[in-house]
Structure formats: C-alpha cells, structure tokens
C-alpha cells in the first residue's frame, strides 16, 4: 500500500459514512442559528448605519468564537483514534509491512482526519459572508480568520494523532487529547487571573497599556480577537527590536506550526516497531548500572 492509496481509501471510508454528512448539516445549522439569533437580538437597536457596522462585528465575533471551539473539540475525535483503531482491528501490523513508511502511515492518518475539518471550515463561509452585508469587518480580516481555522484544526488533528499513537485505547486516547485542549485554552487564563495585568504611568503623567504575556500568545481566542480593528490593538506576539515585529495572530500562527511539528515528529518516532520498547531499555539499563555498581562495590568490600 502507498501514501496515495492509504489516503483514498481513508478518505472513501469517512466520506461514505452517513454520520459525516449529519455533522456538517448539523454544524451549519448550529452556525445558522446562534447567527440568527444575534441578528434578531441586535437589530430591534439598530437606527443608523453605524449601528449596522456594530450589528456586523458582533455577528462576526460569535460565529468566530462558535466556530474555534466547535473546532477545537470536533477535530481531535477524527484522528484520536486513527493508529490505535488499527491496533485494536489488528490491522496495524499489516500497514507496518507494507510500502508504508512511519511518516507516510502519520501523514495519510492526519490528511484523512482534517479533511472532514475543513469541509466544515469550508461548509461555513457562505454564513460569515452574511457579515458582509452589515459592514464593519473587511475581507482580509476574515482571510485572517480563515487562515487561524486552518491552522488551529492541523494543530488539534496532529494532537490528536499523538495521542493517537500514545495510549493504545481510543476511548483513552480521546478523553486524553480533550484534556489537553481544555489545559491549553484555561491554562493561559489561570495565570491571567493570578498575574494580572495593570497600566503604567510614566513620569509625564501618560498611561500605557502592557503588552500581552508570552504565554498569552498561543491563545487561539486572542488570536482571533487581534484580528479585528474595531476592539482595538492588542499589543502582544513577537517583537524584536531594529529586526520585525509580528502581530498577534502571527506570533499564535508561528508557534502552531512549530508545535504541529513537533507531534507529527513524535507520532512518526512512536509509530515506528519497537520504539517503546527501545526507550524501557535505556531507561532500565540507567537504573540497573548503580545497582550493578553498589553489588560489585559489597562484593569487593
């Protein structure tokens, strides 16, 4: 089997399934109805054209956030079960002895599982384009939107494949890569809450606002935030001075592609014959190496 035939077949069996064609028409219509909701709210208020513009960014922002979460926690159930499936169907063995390389095997696994994220990315555009028609949000903010979609689905399926090729239960191997997620959105806002930020004054009297924590810049919330106008600047991602400085959600995007990275490697290390196995016995020979010493030592003694 190759990477191109593991691929069709892995896609051929998910687009087949009727339970895909349910999550998108349910998806869609969940995006539909909070959209229709906020609109119905807002616009018994709404007497003048910049009332409209505030109409369209509050629409925008809860179909930002609906959507982020709703991604966060419907990729990871795509491709946490990938390799451990193939385990318990005793069907890994067979993939490992085909033309499949361990990174070919990940790969095809992590495609095969985002592609049903991004049909559900995809499936939303036409309900964000209603914003249009309100005003007050311009089309390269929601490119930019669109690319932290993409970028944070990749990031939480190749999360999902490492803990995939973890934790040999699916059942385990899911709940585990949730936690994950929920660590990563309410650890950055604990320490928000127990170190929070407060204005300087200068000598001349100016306040200024502080800049973003560090660990504040992988949030996939203020990222999405930065990149509307009209909540103002957040100060905050990369900043190095005399060389670039990078906006928010670029900062957010750097470190997503590095941490994709980063799981993707790991699964390809783990999915390898033997590869836990090779880490018990360097463990055990470091334990065993002073015990042999200590007898060695009483013996002479």
């Known amino acids: 089997m190759t990477f191109i035939s593991l691929l069709i077949k892995e896609m051929r069996l998910r687009m087949r399934r009727e339970r895909t064609i349910w999550l998108i028409v349910i998806y869609i219509l969940l995006l539909g109805l909070l959209g229709w909701l906020d609109i119905s709210v807002n616009s018994s208020n709404a007497n003048n054209s910049n009332s409209w513009g505030n109409i369209g960014i509050s629409l925008y922002i809860l179909l930002m956030i609906v959507q982020l979460f709703l991604i966060l926690f419907i990729t990871p159930a795509f491709t946490s079960t990938a390799i451990n499936g193939e385990k318990e169907r005793q069907t890994f063995d067979l993939l490992l002895c085909s033309n499949l390389s361990a990174a070919s095997l990940v790969i095809g696994k992590l495609l095969a599982g985002l592609i049903n994220a991004l049909l559900l990315i995809a499936a939303s555009i036409p309900i964000f384009s209603l914003v249009f028609f309100f005003g007050g949000v311009s089309p390269l903010q929601a490119l930019q939107a669109l690319f932290i979609f993409v970028i944070t ?109 980063i799981f993707i490697a790991l699964s390809v290390w783990l999915v390898k014959p033997h590869a836990w196995d090779r880490l018990k016995e360097r463990t055990q020979k470091k334990h065993t190496l002073p015990k042999k010493q200590e007898t060695k030592a009483t013996a002479t003694a």
Do not use: D, E, K
């Open 153 to 261: 689905a990749i990031l939480a399926a190749s999360l999902g494949i490492f803990c995939s090729t973890l934790i040999a239960r699916p059942a385990i191997s899911t709940a585990l890569s949730y936690v994950m997620i929920l660590l990563w959105l309410g650890l950055p806002l604990l320490l928000l809450v127990l170190m929070p930020l407060r204005p300087t004054t200068s000598p001349t009297g100016v306040t200024t606002q502080p800049a973003i924590p560090a660990y504040l810049t992988w949030h996939p919330v203020l990222a999405l935030l930065s990149t509307i106008n009209a909540l103002g600047s957040l100060n905050g991602g990369i900043n190095i001075p005399g060389l670039f400085q990078l906006a928010l959600w670029q900062s957010y995007c750097i470190f997503s592609v590095i941490a994709t990275l």
